[in-house]
């Protein structure tokens, strides 16, 4: 399924509850504005999410309690300005989310409560303010986590 360059302007995408175990879906280039856009739920066991490239403006994203047990869930080049991304009580225990590169805006992306137990989730050279909740327990990163560089308490 793809997706890829279209644009949500208001109202609602609903993938909650979804399970994403084999082949592709493409949100690649697409843009969301003032609109909620819900992965609440939904298992990602498999196959490909990509959403690189992608402008969430005014939107909110909210992956709350989905599951990353496996497969591939790109947000590399994404931009997220002026709403909310929200992955509370998400369990990250494998597979791979890569933020490499996003381009984060205000205090709009939180991770409270979310579980790292195995996989790999990457934020390698995004830009702007650090996801709130990543260093919940300190200055070290939970266990598959890399963080930006610019984020990491010795580049302060």
């Given at each position: 399924?793809?997706?890829?360059?279209?644009?949500?302007?208001?109202?609602?995408?609903?993938?909650?509850?979804?399970?994403?175990?084999?082949?592709?879906?493409?949100?690649?280039?697409?843009?969301?504005?003032?609109?909620?856009?819900?992965?609440?739920?939904?298992?990602?066991?498999?196959?490909?999410?990509?959403?690189?490239?992608?402008?969430?403006?005014?939107?909110?994203?909210?992956?709350?309690?989905?599951?990353?047990?496996?497969?591939?869930?790109?947000?590399?080049?994404?931009?997220?300005?002026?709403?909310?991304?929200?992955?509370?009580?998400a369990v990250f225990s494998g597979?791979?989310?890569?933020?490499?590169?996003?381009?984060?805006?205000?205090?709009?992306?939180?991770?409270?409560?979310?579980?790292?137990?195995?996989?790999?989730?990457?934020?390698?050279?995004?830009?702007?303010?650090?996801?709130?909740?990543?260093?919940?327990?300190?200055?070290?990163?939970?266990?598959?986590?890399?963080?930006?560089?610019?984020?990491?308490?010795?580049?302060?």
């Open positions: 399924m793809n997706f890829g360059g279209a644009t949500f302007s208001g109202g609602i995408v609903d993938f909650g509850g979804a399970t994403f175990s084999d082949g592709i879906v493409g949100f690649r280039g697409t843009t969301f504005s003032d609109g909620i856009v819900d992965f609440i739920g939904a298992t990602f066991s498999g196959g490909r999410v990509d959403f690189a490239g992608a402008t969430f403006s005014g939107s909110s994203l909210g992956f709350m309690d989905a599951s990353f047990s496996g497969g591939r869930v790109y947000f590399g080049g994404t931009t997220f300005s002026g709403g909310i991304v929200d992955f509370d009580g597979g791979i989310v890569y933020f490499a590169g996003a381009a984060f805006s205000g205090d709009s992306v939180y991770f409270g409560s979310a579980a790292f137990s195995g996989g790999d989730v990457s934020f390698r050279d995004a830009t702007g303010p650090m996801p709130r909740g990543l260093l919940a327990t300190g200055d070290t990163p939970p266990a598959g986590v890399t963080l930006s560089s610019a984020w990491l308490p010795s580049a302060s």
